[in-house]
């Protein structure tokens, strides 16, 4: 145990590994930060069309939806990642960090569509008919009873996924970024298992501060939702 917290403190004390952790962590939360914001976007679009009336010309996009996220969500996120930086985006000079977003972008999108989808759909039947009976256009019953009511079924979950795209970033050191992740194993790297064990540990800290604040903001918005509900 002595060694250990030896370890902790030469980690913390040494600038080259301070900025190496922090390096590393930057990357992680801006691969975070833009995928979430792709797969909530193109996610919402995806749940839109899913959710939208049959029709003639929507055959199309509808299948090719349903085709999208039988894919993406069939198929494991590091054989994904592996096709956009060795396939798709086989370009020489091409910035990994854009391709990286794009990877757990698109794939965080299949997820999140699936998530709104279900809350939309979650909303009873009879309070769309009702407004239609009151002359509201679908348009207007969508913005004023649907999705205030599904946006409050989906936030847990909405919640998990956000989640799971930071923890699941951790993969981007199989393709040779300089993530958090790959810091913690560069600077164990050649050292005994104490001293490799010691950035690990302190990785493990750094995304169980984020998961931590983002559960925290989560637990809050359903209080504060919840209590809206009470004054209604």
């Keep these: 145990m002595g060694e250990f917290f030896d370890k902790l ?22 691969i975070s930060f833009f995928a979430i914001i792709i797969g909530l976007v193109l996610g919402t679009i995806i749940a839109l069309i899913d959710t939208a009336k049959p029709s003639g ?10 085709v999208y996220t ?28 854009i391709i990286a977003i ?13 998530v709104i989808r279900s809350g939309i759909q979650s909303v009873d039947r009879g309070q769309t008919e009702a407004g ?3 002359g509201l256009s679908n348009f207007t019953i969508f913005r004023r ?21 930071i ?15 790959m810091a913690a194993k560069d600077i164990g790297s050649g050292q005994n298992m104490a001293s490799y064990i010691v950035p690990m540990f302190t990785a493990a800290l750094f995304y169980l501060a984020v998961v931590y604040l983002i559960t ?7 209080k504060r939702l919840r209590k809206s509900d009470l004054r209604a």
Excluded: C
């Design 145 to 165: 009873i649907v999705a205030p009511q599904a946006i409050k079924n989906i936030i847990p979950a909405l919640g998990n996924e956000i989640i799971t795209v």
């Design 70 to 97: 039988t894919i993406i969500r069939g198929t494991p996120m590091a054989l994904q990642l592996f096709i956009m930086f060795f396939v798709i985006f086989a370009i020489r000079g091409f910035p990994q960090i």
């Design 132 to 134: 239609m009976a009151l």
């Design 102 to 114: 794009l990877a757990f972008g698109f794939n965080s999108a299949a997820y999140t569509a699936e």
């Design 9 to 30: 403190v030469e980690l913390f004390t040494t600038p080259e590994y301070i900025d190496s952790l922090l390096h590393g962590f930057l990357l992680t939360m801006q």
């Design 216 to 222: 925290f903001a989560i637990k809050r918005i359903e």
């Design 57 to 66: 010309w929507m055959v199309v996009p509808k299948f090719i939806t349903r």
């Design 167 to 181: 923890k699941e970033t951790a993969i981007v050191s199989m393709v040779g970024m300089y993530d958090l992740n």
